[in-house]
């Protein structure tokens, strides 16, 4: 157990729980980036300069010219084996036959993530490296909760320089169950040897606070980012506006 302080608020907490994109990563710094990157390569792929932009765009609520993301669209909250199938759609409603399509989205997410696209832009969300050093000096464990897949969050972390304070990740393709069902939680909380209730539960969407409630965690902190602050307080038991305020 180690001491953390919250709004100036103290706990005693064993293990901390953080969602990724937008809790550890910032979200619009970092996929913004990467769509657009992953949009453009699809469409030369695909041979549909032009045209597959919009539908992407729309299927996955975000604009990569204003960078403006839908807090409650697919990519702010789905998994990754749901916005791959979106985008395949896409492909497929601009005549591109399924199976092609998927060939095409497999490709270019290949050559996109494994290329280093991915990790050279990649963006820390502002205090979360610093928070993530005082809870190791501390004693406190630390968890990653994601959607995304353990691989491609393992990459992240290493990317921003946080693999080495992270006790364990579990992702989409880790549980039967993805947010905002407690699996993830639970799996956590078993693999570390810790009650659910001596833990807290860090995220910045309501399918991260919703977890953590249906969890039984002792505490759920909202982080402002893309959903309004009010819509934050009306389910986290705190809300914060960056990771500076978890002292």
């Given at each position: 157990?180690?001491?953390i302080?919250i709004?100036?608020k103290?706990?005693d907490?064993?293990?901390?729980?953080f969602?990724?994109?937008?809790?550890?990563?910032?979200f619009?710094?970092?996929?913004i980036?990467?769509?657009?990157?992953l949009?453009d390569?699809?469409?030369?792929?695909a041979?549909?300069?032009?045209?597959?932009?919009p539908?992407i765009?729309?299927?996955?609520?975000?604009?990569v010219?204003?960078?403006?993301?839908?807090?409650?669209?697919?990519?702010?909250?789905g998994?990754f084996?749901?916005?791959?199938t979106l985008?395949s759609?896409?492909?497929y409603?601009?005549?591109?036959?399924?199976?092609r399509?998927?060939?095409i989205v497999?490709?270019?997410?290949?050559?996109?993530?494994?290329?280093?696209i991915?990790?050279?832009?990649?963006?820390?969300?502002?205090?979360?490296?610093a928070?993530?050093?005082r809870?190791r000096?501390?004693?406190?464990?630390?968890?990653?909760?994601?959607?995304?897949?353990?691989?491609?969050?393992?990459?992240?972390?290493e990317?921003?320089?946080?693999?080495?304070?992270?006790?364990?990740?579990?992702?989409?393709?880790s549980?039967?169950k993805?947010?905002?069902?407690?699996?993830m939680?639970?799996k956590i909380?078993?693999?570390?040897?810790?009650?659910?209730?001596?833990?807290?539960?860090?995220?910045?969407m309501l399918?991260?606070i919703?977890?953590?409630?249906n969890a039984?965690?002792?505490?759920?902190?909202g982080?402002?980012?893309?959903?309004?602050r009010?819509?934050?307080?009306?389910?986290?038991?705190?809300?914060i506006?960056?990771?500076?305020?978890?002292?």
């Amino acid at each position: 157990m180690g001491t953390i302080y919250i709004n100036g608020k103290e706990h005693d907490v064993a293990l901390v729980i953080f969602d990724k994109d937008g809790t550890l990563l910032d979200f619009g710094e970092t996929w913004i980036k990467v769509m657009r990157s992953l949009i453009d390569k699809l469409e030369r792929n695909a041979n549909k300069q032009g045209k597959l932009k919009p539908k992407i765009e729309a299927a996955l609520g975000i604009s990569v010219d204003t960078g403006k993301v839908d807090p409650f669209g697919p990519l702010a909250m789905g998994t990754f084996t749901e916005c791959d199938t979106l985008i395949s759609y896409c492909l497929y409603s601009s005549s591109v036959r399924w199976d092609r399509a998927r060939d095409i989205v497999h490709l270019t997410e290949k050559e996109i993530f494994a290329g280093g696209i991915r990790e050279h832009n990649v963006v820390a969300a502002d205090g979360s490296i610093a928070l993530l050093k005082r809870l190791r000096e501390r004693g406190i464990r630390i968890a990653v909760a994601t959607n995304d897949n353990v691989a491609d969050t393992t990459r992240d972390m290493e990317a921003i320089g946080a693999i080495s304070y992270i006790d364990l990740i579990i992702g989409a393709d880790s549980v039967d169950k993805t947010k905002p069902d407690p699996e993830m939680v639970y799996k956590i909380c078993n693999r570390l040897g810790i009650e659910p209730g001596k833990s807290i539960l860090v995220g910045d969407m309501l399918v991260d606070i919703l977890m953590g409630k249906n969890a039984g965690v002792m505490l759920t902190v909202g982080v402002c980012g893309l959903l309004p602050r009010e819509i934050l307080e009306e389910y986290a038991d705190v809300v914060i506006p960056s990771l500076n305020e978890i002292r």
